[in-house]
C-alpha cells in the first residue's frame, strides 16, 4: 500500500470500492443495520440482509436500490433467537465464501417482564450474544475462505457502566430490562475481542473487530420511509439541541462501516464516534478495560459454547 493511501483521511461519505466483496449484515433491515448496509452497498459490494421478516427486508432492499443506483441487496431469512435455524441458514448463502459479517441484530426491551426465546434463554442475552456466537460457528468456513475475512460486532455505548455477572448471565435471579440490554451488548464485545484473540493464537486470516454507534436517535435520523421511523419536523426539532451530543443512525453506522472496509484495521481493535464516543467521525478507541478481561472472557466462551452446544473454536482451527 502506497504512502499516500495509508495517509488519505478516512471519508464516510467517499468509501472506497469493494466490488466483488461479499457482506452480511444481520437485522439489516432497520436502524443502524441499515445504514451500515446502505452505505455498504454504495461501494459495489453484494450486500446481503439478514433479517427473519421478509417484508421489512424487502422494504428495506427497495430503499437501498431507490438511493444507490445498481446496488446488489439480497435477503437471508434468520432468526438469531432460534439457534437451531441458523446452520440451514448460512448453507442457504449458498457461497464460496464470505469477506466479512457485521454482528448487527438486537432485541432491546424496555417493559419488565423477562422473555426466552425458543431455546428458553433470556430474549435479549439469548438473541444479541448467543444467536451471534452460534451463527460465527456456520459462518466460520466461509469466512476463511475469503483473502482478509472480518467479523465486526456492533456493541453499544451502555456497555461501558456495565459489568457482567458470571453467577446470572441470563438475568434469572435479578432482571431489569435495561440493564440486562446493556450487559448482553457487553457480553457481544466481550465476545468480538475475545474471538480475535483465538484467531491469532490459531494463525487465521480473519479478524475480529468491535465498533459501536455512540448515541444514535431516532429523531436526529434522515427519513427512509418505510424503512423505520419517519420522524416529523416537530420532533426534529425538538431534538436539534441534543445533536450537539449525539446524532443519527446514519452517522451511526459510519463505524461500523469502516471497521469493515478500512485496511488499515486490526484485528481486536474497538471503533465508535470521535466525539466523546458519542457523535462524529469514526475513530478508534482505547478499549476499556472490563470488555478486554481474558479470564471474563473465557468464563463467557465455555457457558456460551456449552449452551449453543457449539465447537468450542467455533470452527476456526
Not at 435477503?75 to 448487527?104: E, F, G, Q, W
Not at 448482553?184 to 465476545?191: G, H, I, N, T, V
Request: some cysteine; aromatic content about 6%.
Amino acid at each position: 500500500m502506497s504512502s499516500a493511501s495509508q495517509s488519505r483521511p478516512w471519508d464516510v461519505h467517499r468509501l472506497p470500492s469493494a466490488e466483488g466483496r461479499i457482506f452480511l449484515v444481520t437485522g439489516g433491515n432497520a436502524g443502524i443495520g441499515y445504514f451500515a448496509a446502505e452505505q455498504l452497498a454504495a461501494t459495489g459490494a453484494v450486500v446481503i440482509l439478514g433479517s427473519r421478516d421478509r417484508a421489512k427486508a424487502d422494504a428495506a432492499m427497495a430503499s437501498i436500490r431507490s438511493r444507490v443506483p445498481g446496488a446488489q441487496v439480497r435477503h437471508l431469512h434468520m432468526d438469531l433467537a432460534d439457534l437451531s435455524s441458523l446452520k440451514t441458514a448460512a448453507d442457504r448463502l449458498d457461497l464460496d465464501h464470505l469477506d466479512a459479517v457485521v454482528h448487527n441484530a438486537g432485541v432491546a426491551l424496555d417493559d419488565p417482564p423477562r422473555r426466552e426465546t425458543e431455546d428458553g434463554h433470556e430474549l435479549m442475552f439469548g438473541t444479541n450474544h448467543l444467536g451471534h456466537f452460534a451463527l460465527t460457528q456456520w459462518l466460520a468456513p466461509l469466512l476463511s475462505a475469503a483473502p482478509g475475512g472480518r467479523i465486526v460486532t456492533v456493541g453499544s455505548f451502555a456497555a461501558r457502566s456495565e459489568r457482567l455477572d458470571l453467577g446470572d448471565l441470563q438475568s434469572t435471579q435479578d432482571y431489569r430490562p435495561k440493564r440486562t440490554y446493556g450487559r448482553s451488548k457487553l457480553a457481544q464485545m466481550c465476545f468480538g475481542f475475545e474471538l480475535d484473540r483465538r484467531l491469532r493464537a490459531v494463525g487465521s486470516t480473519v479478524l475480529s473487530v468491535v465498533a459501536h454507534p455512540g448515541g444514535a436517535l431516532d429523531s436526529l435520523t434522515p427519513s427512509r420511509p418505510p424503512v423505520g421511523v419517519t420522524t416529523t419536523a416537530g420532533e426534529r426539532l425538538r431534538a436539534l439541541p441534543s445533536a450537539l451530543l449525539v446524532q443519527g443512525k446514519d452517522a451511526g453506522a459510519w463505524p461500523v462501516v469502516r471497521a469493515v472496509l478500512d485496511p488499515e484495521v486490526r484485528g481486536g481493535q474497538l471503533w465508535g464516534p470521535r466525539v466523546f464516543g458519542l457523535r462524529g467521525k469514526p475513530r478508534r478507541e482505547p478499549t476499556p478495560s472490563h470488555m478486554a478481561d481474558p479470564a471474563v472472557a473465557a468464563h463467557l466462551w465455555a457457558v456460551s459454547s456449552e449452551l449453543v452446544g457449539a465447537d468450542p473454536h467455533l470452527g476456526f482451527r
